[in-house]
């Protein structure tokens, strides 16, 4: 309930603020478990990502952020949940294949952290562990900015990327991330 008052609020704000332009969101799958991969330029990634999807979105979120209660309660019911960056974080890994075992979408920003040069940067391995682990349809996604106000934001969803032949040579989570990350930079070349 929190998260559709959420959206609609973020949604409202966001179109006062900023030109969103939303392009290949009929990639998104109706149904099922989906993976969204997406650069990371702003703190306004998430609620931008989130707005744009068809899907209700679980993002990851650094640990940090739910060290305030009230944050962390707020948080939680927008459906991010807390991982710990740099380090393998167990409790994190299960509960993202959880919500897609359970057939949500699942939001990443597979860099781990914003760019601060707004290029695109290495991506960590968890992307490919989740795609790897799980039946999800994997979505990459692009963001162009910068946020300034009322000013041009262009998010782009790709095709889904197909990881079938991956997983017959084995392929590892990093490879799988390589791949993920490859299909994000050939979003944002055919945005700009």
């Given at each position: 309930?929190?998260?559709k008052?959420?959206?609609?609020?973020?949604?409202?704000?966001?179109?006062?603020?900023?030109?969103?332009?939303?392009?290949?969101?009929?990639?998104?799958?109706?149904?099922g478990?989906?993976?969204?991969?997406?650069n990371?330029?702003?703190?306004?990634?998430?609620?931008?990502?989130?707005?744009?999807?068809?899907?209700?979105?679980?993002?990851?979120?650094?640990?940090?952020?739910?060290?305030?209660?009230?944050?962390?309660?707020?948080?939680?019911?927008?459906?991010?949940?807390?991982?710990?960056?740099?380090?393998?974080?167990?409790?994190?890994?299960?509960?993202?294949?959880?919500?897609?075992?359970?057939?949500?979408?699942?939001?990443?920003?597979?860099?781990?952290?914003r760019?601060?040069?707004?290029?695109?940067?290495?991506?960590?391995?968890?992307?490919?562990?989740?795609?790897?682990?799980?039946?999800?349809?994997?979505?990459p996604?692009a963001?162009?900015?910068?946020?300034?106000?009322?000013?041009?934001?262009?998010?782009?969803?790709?095709?889904?990327?197909?990881?079938?032949?991956?997983?017959?040579?084995?392929?590892?989570?990093?490879?799988?991330?390589?791949?993920?990350?490859?299909?994000?930079q050939?979003?944002?070349?055919?945005a700009?």
């Amino acid at each position: 309930m929190l998260y559709k008052l959420g959206k609609i609020i973020v949604l409202i704000l966001f179109r006062l603020l900023f030109r969103i332009q939303v392009f290949g969101r009929e990639h998104i799958p109706k149904t099922g478990p989906v993976i969204i991969c997406s650069n990371h330029i702003s703190n306004l990634d998430p609620p931008t990502v989130g707005i744009t999807s068809p899907r209700e979105i679980f993002f990851m979120a650094k640990e940090e952020l739910f060290e305030k209660k009230w944050i962390g309660w707020l948080l939680k019911n927008l459906h991010a949940f807390p991982v710990k960056r740099g380090m393998r974080d167990r409790q994190a890994l299960r509960t993202g294949l959880k919500i897609l075992d359970e057939g949500h979408t699942l939001g990443l920003f597979p860099e781990g952290t914003r760019s601060k040069t707004g290029e695109l940067g290495k991506g960590l391995a968890g992307a490919g562990f989740f795609a790897l682990r799980s039946k999800a349809v994997i979505i990459p996604c692009a963001i162009t900015g910068p946020y300034k106000l009322f000013g041009k934001v262009k998010v782009v969803y790709g095709k889904p990327i197909s990881i079938e032949q991956m997983r017959r040579q084995k392929a590892s989570p990093q490879e799988v991330t390589d791949k993920i990350m490859e299909e994000i930079q050939q979003l944002l070349n055919s945005a700009k």
